[in-house]
């Protein structure tokens, strides 16, 4: 079983920048593709950002894209999300996931989950 444990999560001011991490243990996180996904209040699961397997294709949701830069670092086992230009519109639980069943931004792909990590990003 793969467990991951995201962390991070802050209240940041509206345009500044978060560094989220997700770490892996159990299993190797190589060979498993990996996405961030978040929970706005009243709202639904989004995917924001994924990057495949190999690391070679990324994927981010129309929202983020330019702002955010999914990737990681395979000896520390650990994946990141790097969130700069923050809007308040970014406030949410984000949920690292992994999945060995393919890639890109649907949920249901997605077989292991973190417990989330809160981002509020308010002045």
């Known amino acids: 079983q793969l467990q991951l444990v995201e962390s991070g999560g802050d209240l940041v001011q509206p345009g500044g920048s978060l560094r989220l991490s997700c770490a892996a243990s159990g299993l190797a996180f190589d060979g498993f593709a990996i996405g961030w996904f978040r929970q706005a209040p009243g709202k639904g699961r989004e995917g924001v950002a994924a990057?495949?397997?190999?690391?070679?294709?990324?994927f981010y949701a129309a929202s983020v894209r330019g702002r955010f830069t999914i990737f990681r670092d395979s000896a520390k086992n650990t994946a990141y999300l790097e969130m700069n230009n923050l809007k308040p519109e970014d406030t949410g639980i984000y949920y690292c996931?992994?999945?060995?069943?393919?890639?890109?931004?649907?949920?249901?792909?997605?077989?292991?989950w973190g417990q989330g990590t809160q981002v509020t990003v308010s002045s």
């Open positions: 996931a992994a999945t060995n069943l393919g890639d890109g931004l649907g949920a249901h792909i997605y077989k292991y």
């Open positions: 990057l495949s397997s190999n690391n070679l294709f990324d």
